[in-house]
């Protein structure tokens, strides 16, 4: 089955950018949805088919992807934005929606 | 707006069964998929499968194949997940997600149900 790899955990001071990515064998050839979630919350969808962005998101939240990496980037990191982020693809051999395993992001 | 409102939190003993229900409102249940996922306490995300609540058609991860059910009453808008032979690590929230217009992404979730399995 297919694996989507996170970094556990990534740390970054406020107004900065983070980047949280996803490894997957040939990710770029998949759609990837990123959702943020955080204590106590359901997730919320962030980024959608690699770079879309669902209303309501803000444009600090983007993402790309290519090769074996997708990437959500958030830029002028807030303190609000300290949460948990998964990213999440459809696994077509065997039509499963796979989650990476989460990155928990904290803001210095 | 669009709103998933799921049923409250359940204790069950090893062995039972729990339903779990999600009740759609602002939209149309039958114009999209519903997913279920689960999540463990301090753990990630866990998908369990989808529906589609026009057909009925199911597609349930493997891990959960016959244990899992996912079953909808269109006449009042409401998604149900029932799983069986409980064990104690199948203590989680368990969530429903309404598909997004790709089908596999979740635009909208409930509030989660919290499901505890303890003898």
């Known amino acids: 089955s297919y694996v989507l790899t996170q970094p556990p955990s990534v740390s970054v001071a406020p107004g900065q950018t983070a980047r949280i990515t996803c490894g997957g064998n040939?990710?770029?050839?998949?759609?990837v949805h990123w959702y943020q979630q955080k204590p106590g919350q359901a997730p919320v969808l962030v980024v959608y088919?690699?770079?879309g962005r669902p209303s309501g998101i803000p444009e600090r939240f983007s993402g790309s992807n290519s090769g074996n990496t997708a990437t959500l980037t958030i830029n002028r990191v807030e303190a609000g934005d300290e949460a948990d982020y998964y990213c999440q693809v459809w696994d077509s051999s065997n039509d499963h929606v796979v989650f990476g395993g989460g990155t928990k992001l904290t803001v210095l | 707006q669009v709103q998933l409102v799921q049923s409250g939190a359940e204790v069950k003993k090893p062995g039972a069964s729990v339903k779990v229900s999600c009740k759609a409102s602002g939209y149309t249940l039958t114009g999209y998929y519903m997913h279920w996922v689960r999540q463990a306490p301090g753990q990630g995300l866990e998908w369990m499968g989808r529906?589609?609540?026009?057909?009925?058609?199911?597609n349930y991860a493997q891990k959960f194949q016959g244990r899992v059910t996912m079953t909808r009453d269109t006449s009042i808008s409401t998604a149900y997940m029932e799983l069986s032979r409980l064990r104690s690590d199948d203590t989680a929230v368990y969530y429903c997600a309404r598909g997004g217009g790709g089908g596999w992404e979740s635009d909208y979730w409930g509030q989660g149900t919290l499901v505890t399995v303890s003898s």
């Open positions: 529906i589609n609540p026009n057909s009925g058609d199911t």
């Open positions: 040939n990710i770029g050839s998949k759609s």
């Open positions: 088919e690699d770079s």
